[in-house]
């Protein structure tokens, strides 16, 4: 039959269907992937053992390639040990931990010295493999750099220890060192640092530990000066802190 009317098709209008009313959140944007740098990282303490590990067993293996120097390799083992115990049971880290690539780094710059130093030193007339013979063959200028070396080791272990002491109650701020090093110079166990080598370097007469000796003393000039300045913007104020001086009093 016909359409009834009144039911016939609604022309000009159209159905608009209409959401559900929601609560309005603001859109977090998507988490981003942990990079590997963010992702591994390890513990300061690890890190120096390593690094520290590394020219102990390079440098006497390198150094049997050809004449072993027991006065180059003497003097280097007692250096890298007392760092080794001195990281074990003496330095206090105010970071917790660095990029896992700075293992690899400094692992290999400190094995690659290793190497290029015992590799350098090796090439030189043999000592006697016994100690006491060894110093009786060396010159009297020899014995002094030698003499001059040590005190540079026991006065960089006094300058750690006085360090470790500023941090005895486990705290990680900075505090002022007021021990008579610290008087004049920001970083005088950089100085004794860089004075041993210098030493050993004349002891050896090594151009291999001269490259080192000149790379590790500029490395360590740039971190004192940033120290240096730290320092100045943070005890500005304290009477405590005299130090004018980077590395060496007047100087730098």
Known sequence: GAPHPGRGPRRG???????????????RPPPRPMTTTMAARIPWRTVFVCEYTAPLIVFPVVARSGPFSTLASTLWTVHFAKRLLETLFVHKFS???MPLTNLFKNCG????????????VSRRGPYSAQLAKLFAQLSTETKIFVGAWALCEVLNLYTHLHLASLRSDGSREAKIPTAWP???????????????????????????????TALGALQ??????????????????EEAFTATHALVPGVF
């Open 95 to 97: 970071k917790g931990t």
């Open 109 to 120: 710059y400190y094995g690659g010295a290793a190497a290029l130093v015992g590799w350098d």
């Open 13 to 27: 209008r159209t159905r608009v269907r209409l959401a559900a009313p929601t609560l309005s959140t603001p859109r």
């Open 182 to 212: 610290f008087r004049r110079l920001c970083s005088p166990n950089y100085s004794f640092e860089i004075g041993s080598w210098i030493c050993y370097s004349l002891a050896t007469q090594s151009l291999g530990a001269w490259a080192f």
């Open 220 to 237: 360590m000039g740039i971190w004192s000066k940033q120290k240096l300045k730290r320092y100045k913007r943070k005890f500005k104020d």
